[in-house]
């Protein structure tokens, strides 16, 4: 079964950092670009990041970009997202989703986590 | 950035009805053009790529037509599992960007 489980959400100050994770299983990881998609309470859905399936194109939506860091580890089947300087409107819930392809481009998201919930708050 | 405008924001229909929700891209995005039906508490479920494309297993009242610009997710008898809210996304380019929901309801 293709699935995929985010963690390391949680409840931080403003300022503060935190880190998400998202375990693959079911599929073959690094044949495949990933994504981080967040959605706000009771709002839609924002693209927030990309990664191809070599590591060798990432990016990141205007608003996190400069504060967020996405990378992944082929060997771990696994999928990070290091958010630093995080501020109130990061609150959402954070899904973790697969591409249909190795790259960011023309395919659409096939997969989608559980989602794991980021609060920013003091 | 390329944005994305759906129509309605919200819709009322019956069961059995024929229902058409649109999509409009800021500038070309050729066939980019993705849909997800995402229902309360749930995470988004892939319906249609590629604007026509229908993934395995979704429902044949579904379809998606469109290009360039202008896009239609259309379900042609809604079913009472319908009810749900849809967003389009273009893949064209980074960011892929998401229409703001359409939300479906009785």
């Known amino acids: 079964e293709v699935q995929l489980v985010e963690s390391g959400g949680g409840l931080v100050q403003p300022g503060r950092s935190l880190r998400l994770s998202c375990a693959a299983s079911g599929f073959k990881f690094d044949d495949y670009a990933m994504h981080w998609v967040r959605q706000a309470p009771g709002k839609g859905l924002e693209w927030v990041s990309g990664i191809s399936w070599n590591s060798g194109t990432i990016d990141y939506a205007d608003s996190v970009k400069g504060r967020f860091t996405m990378s992944r580890d082929n060997a771990k089947n696994s999928l990070f997202l290091e958010m630093n300087s995080l501020r109130s409107e990061d609150t959402a819930l954070y899904y973790c989703?697969?591409?249909?392809?190795?790259?960011?481009?023309?395919?659409?998201?096939?997969?989608w986590g559980q989602g794991t919930t980021v609060t920013v708050s003091s | 950035d390329i944005q994305m405008t759906q129509s309605p924001s919200s819709l009322s229909a019956s069961v059995g009805d024929r229902v058409s929700i649109t999509c409009r891209a800021s500038?070309?995005?050729?066939?980019?053009l993705n849909w997800y039906q995402q229902k309360p508490g749930r995470a988004p479920l892939l319906l249609i790529s590629a604007a026509s494309s229908l993934q395995s297993g979704v429902p044949s009242r579904f379809s998606g037509s469109g290009s360039v610009t202008d896009f239609t997710l259309t379900i042609s008898s809604l079913q009472p599992e319908d009810f749900a809210t849809y967003y389009c996304?273009?893949?064209?380019?980074?960011?892929?960007?998401f229409g703001q929901g359409t939300k479906l309801d009785i």
């Open positions: 996304q273009q893949s064209h380019s980074t960011p892929n960007t």
């Open positions: 989703t697969k591409d249909e392809s190795g790259w960011l481009y023309y395919y659409a998201m096939d997969v």
């Open positions: 500038q070309s995005i050729h066939i980019y």
